[in-house]
């Protein structure tokens, strides 16, 4: 299935506990920095619940035209989540505690690439330039650069998704 668009904007995902530890202040630093540049257009929608939801919102605020952020109400796990999945070009996953959190999994199925931390949980499952990207945990500058190389990837974006369906199926 087609994704990212000539000239379409790149769309990421980021679902997961709006806490600490699953790397959301990465994300609002790697937005500023992308936002200073002004060379990628992208969107980045964001859906969970937690302690931090407040400061998604407020980072929402300070979209501009070329990089948006969004905050989604939630949607119940299974078909509806599925479906949600479908309309992004792929899940951004920057935590920073150790672990292997089921997104990786769910991205898959949909034929979603990750970029994720180079943490030693989403190592395990991540493989990088096969089935996502991977990023140093907690650097915000390694991070824009993985969602800039995304940006100017779109067919390896989309390869990558495809070896990623593989991935879930094996």
């Given at each position: 299935?087609?994704?990212?668009a000539d000239g379409a904007p790149?769309?990421?995902l980021f679902a997961g506990r709006l806490q600490e530890d699953k790397?959301?202040?990465v994300i609002f630093e790697a937005l500023r920095r992308l936002r200073s540049e002004g060379r990628v257009r992208m969107q980045l929608s964001i859906i969970g619940a937690g302690e931090l939801e407040a400061a998604c919102r407020e980072q929402a605020k300070l979209s501009d035209e070329r990089v948006q952020l969004d905050v989604l109400d939630p949607v119940p796990y299974g078909e509806p989540f599925f479906?949600?999945?479908r309309r992004f070009d792929a899940v951004l996953?920057?935590?920073?505690?150790?672990?292997q959190p089921r997104i990786v999994y769910d991205a898959y199925s949909q034929a979603l690439p990750v970029l994720a931390s180079a943490t030693?949980?989403?190592k395990t499952c991540v493989?990088?330039?096969v089935n996502g990207s991977l990023f140093a945990p907690g650097?915000?500058?390694a991070l824009a650069d993985a969602v800039r190389w995304a940006a100017d990837h779109p067919a390896e974006l989309q390869r990558l998704g495809l070896t990623a369906l593989a991935t879930a199926r094996a």
């Open positions: 299935q087609a994704r990212q790149l769309r990421l790397g959301l202040h479906a949600l999945l996953v920057p935590s920073l505690a150790d672990e030693p949980g989403l493989t990088e330039g650097n915000a500058q």
